[in-house]
Nanobody
Framework: QVQLVESGGGLVQAGGSLRLSCAASGLAFSVYTMGWFRQAPGKERQFVAGISWSGGTTNYADSVKDRFTISRENAEKRVYLQINSLKPEDTAVYYC?????????????????WGQGTQVTVSS
């Protein structure tokens, strides 16, 4: 059974930082492209960042590329999202997802497995 479990969310002040983590089990993690998505209240879920199986290719949404960094540790079966200079508009549930596609693309349809999400709330 595949499981993706996110952690690291919480309530932070604007300007702060968080490091989200996603622990994977039940799949050959090192061959999957991994992605982070977020869903703000009342909005659709959106792509945030993605990383190829090797970590050699990353992709970011334009709105976050200067503040977010995705990374992975295949030996630990974990993918991370470092979020700096948090803004109130970053408030959302953050999800990690696994894809069979070679490149970390933005379409949710390309991601097969999803976690339950971790809440990030940024106060102004």
């Amino acid at each position: 059974q595949v499981q993706l479990v996110e952690s690291g969310g919480g309530l932070v002040q604007a300007g702060g930082s968080l490091r989200l983590s996603c622990a994977a089990s039940g799949l050959a993690f090192s061959v999957y492209t991994m992605g982070w998505f977020r869903q703000a209240p009342g909005k659709e879920r959106q792509f945030v960042a993605g990383i190829s199986w090797s970590g050699g290719t990353t992709n970011y949404a334009d709105s976050v590329k200067d503040r977010f960094t995705i990374s992975r540790e295949n030996a630990e079966k974990r993918v991370y999202l470092q979020i700096n200079s948090l803004k109130p508009e970053d408030t959302a549930v953050y999800y990690c997802a696994a894809s069979n596609y070679y490149q970390p693309r933005e379409s949710q349809a390309e991601y097969t497995y999803w976690g339950q999400g971790t809440q990030v709330t940024v106060s102004s």
